[in-house]
């Protein structure tokens, strides 16, 4: 890389510099200016690190995985919503209403920080793993986990574009000289295969490169990547690339999404091996022996007691990690979010950006989570949906399962509330009086998940009394506040709130965030992998032979016990009982298993949205109309408020245009061999 090169990606960078990811690096604008030469650059063991940081810099904002609506939209599908924004669109502030977001009404400029800073960070991560040998201040293994680290950083940063906009340019590794033409700077897209492939094998060179320094990080890196981060993104851009929107697609949409040239960017060619190939990426990830789910051990007295899941004659009787007779399944699930767990002292956390995301954080989120009554905004919720597709404790659906939007088993929904008799019996914990038996003997996962009408809130920091420990109804004329309220936007949709990130200590009073406990935000949760690895077998009809990340390899098919391997963890410390033997037999039947444990198990972990979309169920699934509670009604007429009705203050559809982002008008005119994604404008 010659002079003019450096000089201009230094002052690219470090233009409006903030605080890197890791504490411990300090802030690089005292050291650049815009005419240090990359040798003092990459000599120095500090400006090396600085600059490695502030690529990291570029994941954080618009390029978090999980935060609020703010930047990150795409974590409400169709099992989140977020009410506070319904207001006109402000282009000002970059603001989505749900509504619009949901209906594609959002344009090409809208949330294009992605592009730029992602393209940013990739072009700065390449400088640093051309030029960080010449460091005389690292030892060699250092050096070399820092080009791991800068490796991991640039193949995500192209990971987070692959998801959004579908198939994008890869750059060439050299860099690009800012002094040739636009013409000379153009690239076009590569196909979605390509770009899987890259990644794949950017992210395998990557934990080969951190393997010495990087297979477990302390706390002072737990924001930092890891071996496992590395070969779990693989696992997750390999299924990707497996799933029915790359791989078969012989849509119309599909047919229309090309290059320049008119090449299609997404495969025709139905190939299963790449099934295998995504699912031996995941076994990698099993193999490391590093990370675990976390669980919460049993406690036995008290009102905070352990509710115990119904018998079942395979996990019952059996410890962790067989089955969940010694722990408490609804804390352990709620603990992996609520703050209570540091990154690093959490054992499923494969991939974070930590708990120092700015502004629309999870906390944000959480202050729109929690209840009016308690300070918070009270106007983020889930829908009927989400709340039917949680089962009851013995694994069964529940009565009246989606029965309004068609899919019902011809049953009718639960009558009935719990009465001070049966609170006093001790029946239908942890239910308490005056809430429908509609959420009564559901499994741990609801409980930990969803606020319910009548769910309580412990709340432990709130300076009034009388918001602490309160149980909290969304009735219309409930006198705390939380019901609907026609002169305000602090009241939720459906009649359901989420509890998942909301720990006791949580508030939001006097308006910050800093009195909400921090959370570690779960990019990639080892949860996740093990479902991917499941979903991948399941879809295999042959038998494979696919490499290991380190040499051997995998004798890859669709073997039950492998999927188990997957299945069971995440059953067992939900405290759900496993999938009948007819289920596994049946490749379709798991499929939809699988499917709706990832929609439950992984709410509100940005997952949603594009699974929907690689598995091209999104044109049904999110153009269902929402439903939810009748919050119209007050607490006279509970009956009527229990029974779903669609919900008039929230829409949805779903569009071809909505497979994949649209590229900014900007971006289209610097780059004259970039193609738009169909349904999208140019800008001439």
């Not at 970059?94 to 344009?107: A, D, I, K, T, V």
């Not at 949330?111 to 400088?127: D, E, F, L, P, V």
Request: aromatic residues 12%; charged residues 25%.
């Amino acid at each position: 890389m010659n002079l003019k090169r450096i000089y201009i990606i230094i002052l690219f960078v470090f233009t409006g510099l903030i605080s890197a990811c890791d504490g411990d690096y300090l802030d690089s604008s005292q050291y650049f200016k815009d005419r240090l030469t990359e040798e003092k650059v990459f000599q120095s063991k500090v400006y090396s690190e600085e600059w490695l940081a502030n690529v990291f810099e570029e994941l954080k904002g618009i390029n978090a995985d999980v935060a609020s609506k703010g930047v990150t939209p795409h974590n409400f599908a169709d099992g989140m919503f977020y009410g506070d924004r319904d207001s006109e669109y402000d282009p000002s502030k970059n603001e989505l209403s749900y509504n619009m977001f949901r209906m594609g009404q959002y344009g090409e400029n809208d949330k294009q920080g992605t592009w730029t800073q992602c393209y940013r960070g990739i072009r700065n991560a390449s400088t640093f793993i051309h030029n960080i040998y010449m460091n005389t201040e690292l030892s060699n293994a250092e050096i070399e986990d820092y080009r791991g680290q800068a490796r991991f950083a640039r193949a995500y940063l192209y990971w987070l574009l692959l998801r959004k906009y579908g198939p994008i340019p890869l750059l060439p590794d050299e860099g690009l000289d800012y002094t040739d033409s636009y013409d000379e700077l153009a690239v076009p897209r590569s196909s979605y295969e390509a770009c899987a492939e890259f990644i794949s094998e950017e992210m395998l060179m990557a934990a080969k490169e951190m393997e010495r320094r990087g297979m477990v990080r302390g706390q002072d890196g737990s924001a930092r990547p890891s071996v496992g981060a590395a070969l779990a993104t693989r696992a997750k851009v390999l299924i990707y690339a497996a799933s029915p929107l790359a791989n078969g697609n012989n849509s119309d949409y599909a047919a229309r999404l090309t290059d320049d040239q008119g090449e299609r960017l997404l495969s025709a060619d139905y190939q299963e091996e790449k099934w295998a190939k995504a699912a031996a990426a995941a076994r990698d990830v099993l193999e490391l022996g590093v990370y675990e789910l976390y669980t919460v051990p049993v406690q036995e007295t008290g009102d905070d007691a352990t509710i115990i899941p119904p018998y079942d004659e395979d996990f019952s009787d059996k410890s962790w990690p067989e089955g969940w007779a010694n722990i408490d399944p609804a804390k352990s699930y709620a603990k992996v979010f609520d703050g209570t767990l540091l990154p690093s002292g959490n054992p499923e956390l494969i991939f974070t950006r930590g708990n120092n995301q700015d502004g629309e954080s999870i906390r944000a989120m959480v202050a729109h989570q929690l209840p009016r009554s308690a300070t918070g905004w009270n106007t983020q919720g889930l829908t009927q949906k989400l709340v039917d597709a949680y089962a009851m404790n013995d694994g069964t659906d529940i009565p009246g399962k989606d029965k309004e939007i068609g899919r019902g088993d011809g049953s009718e929904r639960v009558s009935g509330f719990v009465s001070q008799e049966d609170y006093d019996a001790g029946m239908y914990r942890p239910l308490r009086p005056g809430v429908s038996l509609q959420y009564a003997n559901r499994e741990p996962r609801f409980y930990a998940s969803v606020a319910f009408n009548g769910s309580f809130w412990t709340l432990l920091n709130e300076s009034q009394e009388r918001n602490r420990n309160q149980q909290v109804f969304y009735y219309r004329d409930n006198p705390k506040g939380n019901g609907f309220n026609s002169s305000n936007a602090y009241w939720l949709r459906t009649g359901f709130g989420m509890k998942k990130y909301v720990h006791p200590s949580d508030t939001y009073e006097g308006g910050s965030l800093a009195n909400i406990v921090p959370k570690a935000e779960p990019a990639i949760r080892y949860a996740d992998i093990l479902l991917l690895y499941a979903e991948a077998l399941n879809e295999l009809d042959g038998a494979y032979n696919i490499p290991s990340w380190n040499g051997g390899s995998y004798s890859i098919s669709r073997d039950i016990a492998e999927m188990q391997r997957g299945i069971h963890p995440v059953r067992i410390r939900a405290g759900v009982p496993d999938y009948s033997a007819s289920v596994y037999a049946d490749k379709d039947e798991l499929r939809k298993k699988l499917k709706r444990e990832r929609f439950i198990e992984l709410l509100g972990e940005g997952q949603r949205y594009y699974d929907l979309r690689r598995w091209m169920d999104a044109p049904v699934e999110e153009s269902l109309p929402i439903y939810g509670c009748n919050v119209l009604m007050n607490e006279n007429e509970r009956d009527l408020f229990h029974q779903p009705v669609a919900i008039w203050a929230l829409e949805t559809t779903f569009a071809d245009k909505m497979w994949f982002w649209p590229i900014s008008h900007t971006e289209l005119k610097r780059n004259n061999r970039l193609t738009q994604n169909p349904g999208w404008t140019y800008n001439d």
